[in-house]
């Protein structure tokens, strides 16, 4: 191999080590968004403008601000 095809050969390992780590980073940070949520403790933009979040006895979603009540179901 000759010198410009052994620098190509390692700018491409380069980039596609990066790629890998940036598709893993983005992996486990959706990851952990569903766990959050799965367990309830995830802050979404509703709660931001007043919205409480909550489950009711058959654990469904329910979110709460003064007099109304948006419910999710499973």
Known sequence: ????????????????????LVMI???NKSDKLVDDYAKG??????EKTGWAQGRDANGNIVYNQKNYE?????
């Open 70 to 74: 948006c419910r999710r179901t499973k």
């Open 41 to 46: 403790n995830l802050t979404l933009n509703v």
């Open 25 to 27: 980073y983005y992996a």
């Open 1 to 20: 191999m000759d010198r410009d095809t052994k620098s190509f050969a390692v700018v491409c390992a380069i980039v596609g080590i990066l790629l890998t």
